[in-house]
Protein backbone atom coordinates (compact mmCIF):
# COMPACT_ATOMS: atom_id res chain seq x y z
CA UNK A 1 0.00 0.00 0.00
CA UNK A 2 1.41 3.78 -1.21
CA UNK A 3 1.88 5.92 1.46
CA UNK A 4 -0.45 8.46 0.30
CA UNK A 5 -3.09 5.97 0.62
CA UNK A 6 -2.66 5.66 4.69
CA UNK A 7 -3.60 7.92 7.12
CA UNK A 8 -2.40 8.21 10.73
CA UNK A 9 -4.42 6.97 13.90
CA UNK A 10 -2.22 9.27 16.35
CA UNK A 11 -2.00 7.91 19.64
CA UNK A 12 -1.88 10.37 22.55
CA UNK A 13 -1.01 9.83 26.17
CA UNK A 14 -0.72 12.93 28.66
CA UNK A 15 -1.24 13.61 32.43
CA UNK A 16 -4.06 16.03 33.50
CA UNK A 17 -6.15 16.51 36.88
CA UNK A 18 -9.41 14.54 36.89
CA UNK A 19 -13.26 14.47 38.02
CA UNK A 20 -16.71 15.64 39.42
CA UNK A 21 -20.23 14.28 39.28
CA UNK A 22 -23.79 14.32 39.07
CA UNK A 23 -26.40 11.79 37.57
CA UNK A 24 -27.20 10.88 33.87
CA UNK A 25 -28.85 7.80 31.94
CA UNK A 26 -28.55 4.06 31.92
CA UNK A 27 -27.27 2.43 28.84
CA UNK A 28 -29.23 2.63 26.01
CA UNK A 29 -28.28 -0.07 23.84
CA UNK A 30 -27.76 -3.96 24.02
CA UNK A 31 -25.41 -4.78 27.03
CA UNK A 32 -22.05 -6.28 25.63
CA UNK A 33 -19.91 -9.64 27.53
CA UNK A 34 -16.02 -9.75 27.05
CA UNK A 35 -13.76 -12.18 29.36
CA UNK A 36 -11.52 -9.46 30.30
CA UNK A 37 -13.08 -6.42 29.73
CA UNK A 38 -15.78 -4.23 32.08
CA UNK A 39 -16.42 -0.44 30.77
CA UNK A 40 -18.73 1.32 27.96
CA UNK A 41 -18.72 0.45 24.29
CA UNK A 42 -20.49 3.54 21.63
CA UNK A 43 -21.71 2.37 18.29
CA UNK A 44 -23.97 4.31 15.98
CA UNK A 45 -21.34 6.17 14.21
CA UNK A 46 -18.21 6.51 12.11
CA UNK A 47 -15.77 7.19 15.58
CA UNK A 48 -12.25 9.68 15.40
CA UNK A 49 -11.46 9.84 19.20
CA UNK A 50 -11.99 8.11 22.50
CA UNK A 51 -10.26 9.79 25.32
CA UNK A 52 -10.77 10.04 29.03
CA UNK A 53 -9.05 10.93 32.40
CA UNK A 54 -8.86 8.83 35.19
CA UNK A 55 -6.94 8.89 38.69
CA UNK A 56 -4.74 5.53 38.07
CA UNK A 57 -5.60 3.27 41.25
CA UNK A 58 -3.53 1.02 43.32
CA UNK A 59 -3.34 -2.14 41.70
CA UNK A 60 -1.98 -4.13 44.72
CA UNK A 61 -5.77 -3.74 46.61
CA UNK A 62 -6.89 -6.43 44.02
CA UNK A 63 -4.03 -8.54 44.44
CA UNK A 64 -6.50 -11.40 46.36
CA UNK A 65 -9.15 -11.03 43.06
CA UNK A 66 -7.09 -9.97 40.04
CA UNK A 67 -3.63 -10.19 38.25
CA UNK A 68 -3.34 -8.05 36.09
CA UNK A 69 -5.10 -4.55 35.70
CA UNK A 70 -5.06 -2.27 32.64
CA UNK A 71 -7.27 1.32 31.91
CA UNK A 72 -7.38 1.20 27.84
CA UNK A 73 -9.36 3.06 24.94
CA UNK A 74 -10.16 0.98 21.54
CA UNK A 75 -11.45 1.74 18.69
CA UNK A 76 -12.79 -0.85 16.45
CA UNK A 77 -13.23 -1.88 12.66
CA UNK A 78 -14.73 -4.96 11.14
CA UNK A 79 -10.99 -6.26 10.83
CA UNK A 80 -8.64 -4.41 13.67
CA UNK A 81 -9.08 -3.66 17.04
CA UNK A 82 -6.86 -0.79 17.85
CA UNK A 83 -5.85 -0.86 21.80
CA UNK A 84 -4.24 2.35 23.72
CA UNK A 85 -3.43 1.43 27.93
CA UNK A 86 -1.70 1.71 31.12
CA UNK A 87 -1.09 -1.50 32.50
CA UNK A 88 0.44 -3.17 35.78
CA UNK A 89 0.11 -6.33 37.51
CA UNK A 90 -0.94 -6.75 40.95
CA UNK A 91 2.10 -8.79 42.34
CA UNK A 92 5.30 -10.22 40.71
CA UNK A 93 3.50 -12.93 39.38
CA UNK A 94 0.29 -11.08 37.29
CA UNK A 95 -2.14 -13.74 39.13
CA UNK A 96 -4.79 -13.34 41.54
CA UNK A 97 -4.09 -14.66 45.47
CA UNK A 98 -0.47 -13.22 45.43
CA UNK A 99 1.80 -10.65 47.65
CA UNK A 100 0.36 -7.39 47.08
CA UNK A 101 2.86 -4.72 45.32
CA UNK A 102 3.08 -1.79 44.33
CA UNK A 103 4.49 -1.51 40.45
CA UNK A 104 4.73 1.03 38.06
CA UNK A 105 1.85 1.72 35.04
CA UNK A 106 3.14 0.91 31.61
CA UNK A 107 2.00 2.74 28.23
CA UNK A 108 1.33 -0.04 26.12
CA UNK A 109 -0.25 0.46 22.20
CA UNK A 110 -1.45 -2.83 20.34
CA UNK A 111 -3.58 -3.49 16.92
CA UNK A 112 -5.25 -7.00 16.66
CA UNK A 113 -7.34 -9.09 13.89
CA UNK A 114 -10.40 -8.70 15.21
CA UNK A 115 -11.70 -12.10 13.65
CA UNK A 116 -8.73 -14.38 15.39
CA UNK A 117 -7.12 -12.22 17.91
CA UNK A 118 -3.97 -12.56 16.03
CA UNK A 119 -1.25 -9.57 17.48
CA UNK A 120 -0.42 -7.39 14.09
CA UNK A 121 2.27 -5.04 16.23
CA UNK A 122 2.57 -3.86 19.51
CA UNK A 123 4.65 -1.27 21.13
CA UNK A 124 6.19 -3.97 23.60
CA UNK A 125 7.26 -6.09 20.63
CA UNK A 126 10.45 -6.22 18.63
CA UNK A 127 11.47 -6.20 14.78
CA UNK A 128 8.31 -6.68 12.74
CA UNK A 129 6.03 -6.74 15.05
CA UNK A 130 6.45 -3.49 16.65
CA UNK A 131 3.97 -0.65 16.03
CA UNK A 132 5.70 1.61 13.15
CA UNK A 133 5.33 5.25 14.31
CA UNK A 134 5.62 4.39 18.16
CA UNK A 135 9.72 4.53 18.64
CA UNK A 136 11.69 1.84 21.34
CA UNK A 137 11.11 4.55 24.16
CA UNK A 138 7.23 3.48 24.48
CA UNK A 139 8.74 0.03 25.95
CA UNK A 140 10.08 2.29 29.03
CA UNK A 141 7.79 4.76 29.78
CA UNK A 142 6.41 4.45 33.27
CA UNK A 143 3.46 6.27 35.85
CA UNK A 144 3.25 6.08 38.96
CA UNK A 145 -0.18 4.75 40.62
CA UNK A 146 -2.12 7.71 42.23
CA UNK A 147 -1.25 9.87 39.86
CA UNK A 148 -4.12 11.72 37.56
CA UNK A 149 -3.80 10.77 33.78
CA UNK A 150 -5.11 11.62 30.15
CA UNK A 151 -5.37 9.20 27.44
CA UNK A 152 -6.44 9.46 23.97
CA UNK A 153 -6.90 6.92 21.29
CA UNK A 154 -7.67 9.36 17.81
CA UNK A 155 -7.88 8.16 13.89
CA UNK A 156 -8.09 11.30 11.73
CA UNK A 157 -5.50 11.97 9.05
CA UNK A 158 -6.65 15.73 9.78
CA UNK A 159 -5.11 15.73 12.89
CA UNK A 160 -1.68 16.99 13.62
CA UNK A 161 -1.37 17.84 17.63
CA UNK A 162 1.34 17.09 19.90
CA UNK A 163 1.44 14.93 22.93
CA UNK A 164 2.33 16.43 26.09
CA UNK A 165 3.12 15.29 29.71
CA UNK A 166 3.34 15.74 33.41
CA UNK A 167 2.22 14.60 36.80
CA UNK A 168 3.87 10.66 36.84
CA UNK A 169 3.97 9.65 33.15
CA UNK A 170 5.57 11.31 30.26
CA UNK A 171 3.41 12.45 27.44
CA UNK A 172 3.89 10.62 24.16
CA UNK A 173 2.79 10.58 20.33
CA UNK A 174 3.27 8.33 17.94
CA UNK A 175 0.94 7.73 14.25
CA UNK A 176 -0.08 4.17 13.17
CA UNK A 177 -1.15 3.82 9.62
CA UNK A 178 -4.54 3.09 8.77
CA UNK A 179 -6.62 2.57 5.33
CA UNK A 180 -8.17 6.39 4.66
CA UNK A 181 -11.83 4.35 4.17
CA UNK A 182 -11.14 2.29 7.44
CA UNK A 183 -14.58 2.92 9.33
CA UNK A 184 -13.81 3.03 13.45
CA UNK A 185 -17.54 1.94 14.24
CA UNK A 186 -17.14 1.08 17.79
CA UNK A 187 -15.37 2.56 20.97
CA UNK A 188 -14.76 1.45 23.78
CA UNK A 189 -13.64 2.86 27.14
CA UNK A 190 -12.69 0.92 30.87
CA UNK A 191 -10.35 -1.75 32.39
CA UNK A 192 -9.26 -4.91 31.19
CA UNK A 193 -7.76 -7.31 33.56
CA UNK A 194 -6.32 -9.81 30.42
CA UNK A 195 -2.82 -9.58 28.43
CA UNK A 196 -5.18 -9.15 25.50
CA UNK A 197 -8.81 -8.11 24.44
CA UNK A 198 -9.47 -11.79 24.28
CA UNK A 199 -7.86 -13.74 26.84
CA UNK A 200 -9.71 -15.37 29.77
CA UNK A 201 -9.18 -13.86 33.10
CA UNK A 202 -8.59 -16.12 36.93
CA UNK A 203 -10.55 -14.46 39.10
CA UNK A 204 -11.43 -14.49 42.77
CA UNK A 205 -14.91 -12.86 43.84
CA UNK A 206 -14.79 -10.11 46.38
CA UNK A 207 -16.97 -10.37 49.35
CA UNK A 208 -18.66 -6.98 48.61
CA UNK A 209 -18.55 -4.75 45.68
CA UNK A 210 -15.16 -3.03 44.57
CA UNK A 211 -14.54 0.12 43.06
CA UNK A 212 -11.40 -0.26 40.59
CA UNK A 213 -11.13 3.43 38.55
CA UNK A 214 -13.39 5.92 37.81
CA UNK A 215 -13.69 7.86 34.43
CA UNK A 216 -14.59 11.18 33.65
CA UNK A 217 -13.78 14.49 32.56
CA UNK A 218 -11.39 17.21 34.00
CA UNK A 219 -13.51 19.65 36.27
CA UNK A 220 -13.89 22.57 35.32
CA UNK A 221 -14.55 20.70 31.77
CA UNK A 222 -12.70 22.39 29.23
CA UNK A 223 -13.60 21.78 25.44
CA UNK A 224 -12.68 18.17 25.14
CA UNK A 225 -14.48 15.64 24.66
CA UNK A 226 -14.94 11.91 25.86
CA UNK A 227 -16.31 10.64 22.01
CA UNK A 228 -15.97 12.33 18.66
CA UNK A 229 -17.14 11.25 15.50
CA UNK A 230 -15.18 11.67 12.07
CA UNK A 231 -18.40 14.23 11.02
CA UNK A 232 -17.91 16.71 14.30
CA UNK A 233 -20.08 15.27 17.03
CA UNK A 234 -18.66 15.16 20.18
CA UNK A 235 -20.18 14.51 23.95
CA UNK A 236 -19.56 11.82 26.90
CA UNK A 237 -20.59 8.05 26.50
CA UNK A 238 -24.27 9.09 26.86
CA UNK A 239 -23.58 11.14 23.59
CA UNK A 240 -25.82 11.16 20.03
CA UNK A 241 -24.88 7.71 19.80
CA UNK A 242 -25.95 4.21 21.13
CA UNK A 243 -23.92 3.36 24.09
CA UNK A 244 -23.74 -0.15 25.79
CA UNK A 245 -22.62 -1.42 29.14
CA UNK A 246 -19.39 -4.20 28.81
CA UNK A 247 -19.72 -6.61 31.68
CA UNK A 248 -17.02 -9.07 32.20
CA UNK A 249 -18.11 -12.83 32.40
CA UNK A 250 -16.42 -15.79 32.86
CA UNK A 251 -16.99 -16.99 29.34
CA UNK A 252 -17.36 -13.67 27.49
CA UNK A 253 -21.30 -14.81 27.24
CA UNK A 254 -23.91 -15.53 29.81
CA UNK A 255 -23.21 -15.89 33.33
CA UNK A 256 -23.26 -13.89 36.34
CA UNK A 257 -21.00 -10.74 36.03
CA UNK A 258 -17.36 -10.88 37.32
CA UNK A 259 -16.80 -7.01 36.89
CA UNK A 260 -18.72 -4.23 35.31
CA UNK A 261 -19.74 -0.54 35.29
CA UNK A 262 -21.76 1.62 37.12
CA UNK A 263 -24.24 4.28 35.92
CA UNK A 264 -23.08 6.98 33.85
CA UNK A 265 -22.71 10.64 35.54
CA UNK A 266 -21.37 14.07 34.63
CA UNK A 267 -23.82 14.64 31.98
CA UNK A 268 -23.24 10.86 30.39
CA UNK A 269 -19.04 11.50 30.70
CA UNK A 270 -18.02 9.88 34.31
CA UNK A 271 -18.63 6.47 35.40
CA UNK A 272 -17.08 3.93 37.59
CA UNK A 273 -15.88 0.25 36.83
CA UNK A 274 -15.98 -2.44 39.74
CA UNK A 275 -14.90 -5.83 40.87
CA UNK A 276 -18.38 -7.46 41.43
CA UNK A 277 -19.51 -10.01 44.74
Not at 144 to 172: K, M, T, Y
Not at 200 to 212: K, T
Not at 226 to 251: D, P, Q
Request: glycine content about 10%.
Amino acid sequence: MQLQQLAPALVVVSAITTVAASSAPVSNGQALRSTEQAGYAVTGAHFQTVESWMKLPYARRFAREIGRLSIAAQLWTKRLVFDLRFTTCTDATCRPGGRPETRRYRMEFAVYKRSTGELVCSTSASGASRCPGTGRNWAHQRCRPGSAAQFALVADPRIVNVGIGASGCDGHLAYYPVPLHANFWQARLGVEFGATPWTRVPFRRPARRLAVVSFDRPAPPPNAAEIATLGGSTGGIAGRWIHHEVKMTRNGASGRAEARPGRLWDEGYGFTVYLMP
